[in-house]
């Protein structure tokens, strides 16, 4: 039991390099989920999740060299995990982020209100890449400020309901447009971990199949205001539209 033990901690060692870069892509994940709504911090850690990814596959190919029967059979696995239509977007997505461009994935949402689990009522409406979620609620602030809240989801006051003021927010590649973007970073990272572990296998190891869990999504993709706060951003609005208003009027005198 003992010797078993000591000669998979063994191989799993020989391979601690792209082992700890593997949870380094999984904590990147953690970063977009943890970041969802700051639209700079969460690129950023999507940079670095497909930047980590893909040096996974190039550390455990140094780290198997020394053994030539699963170089040989990594060799073909790679070629395999290159064709995958997944994976093959992502490495080119992280080739784009390091030797060409930044990254701007496709951001939609809504504005509206949730009892904590789910929208109830909301608008749809583009969200700019580059932009905070909370530009989405702010921008819909100043158009009720000169007009009124039609949809009626400006929570001001603390009722006891439940009820807030939300932005549900989703981050999606173009390329996919009909999966989320955690959601592929996790089903990526799974695919790139199961390569790894298989290859700890081929070594001599004893492992379990690698899983991410990702967060309820209730939690993540809503960014939730406090009464208060929205209380206070449309009297701010309003006062806007009034000085605004006011110059008009003064202007045409």
């Excluded at 700051?38 to 990814?53: G, H, I, K, M, T």
């Amino acid at each position: 039991m003992v010797p078993e033990d000591c000669s998979n901690r063994a191989i799993l060692r020989s391979l601690e390099s792209s082992l700890d870069r593997l949870e380094e892509a999984a904590w990147f994940i953690r970063m977009m989920e943890d970041h969802y709504h700051q639209a700079d911090r969460f690129r950023w850690s999507l940079n670095s999740f497909l930047r980590a990814l893909k040096e996974v596959v190039q550390l455990v190919t140094m780290e198997v060299q020394q053994r030539p029967d699963v170089s040989a059979w990594l060799k073909a696995e790679k070629l395999a995990l290159s064709q995958e239509p997944l994976i093959s977007l992502l490495f080119k997505q992280r080739d784009v982020v390091v030797h060409k461009s930044m990254l701007k994935p496709a951001s939609k949402g809504s504005v509206g209100y949730t009892r904590g689990r789910g929208l109830k009522i909301g608008l749809g409406l583009p969200i700019d890449p580059l932009a905070d979620s909370e530009a989405a609620i702010l921008r819909y602030i100043h158009h009720v400020a000169k007009d009124m809240d039609f949809l009626g989801i400006l929570y001001t006051e603390e009722d006891g309901g439940g009820e807030y003021t939300c932005v549900q927010r989703e981050w999606r590649l173009e390329q996919v447009p009909d999966q989320e973007l955690t959601q592929l970073a996790a089903q990526a990272w799974e695919r790139v971990a199961k390569l790894t572990l298989d290859a700890a296998t081929k070594l001599g190891a004893h492992v379990i199949e690698p899983k991410f869990e990702l967060r309820d999504p209730n939690q993540v993709q809503f960014e939730v205001y406090a009464p208060s706060w929205v209380k206070e951003q449309l009297a701010l609005a309003k006062e806007h539209v009034a000085k605004r208003g006011g110059l008009s009027t003064t202007g045409a005198s």
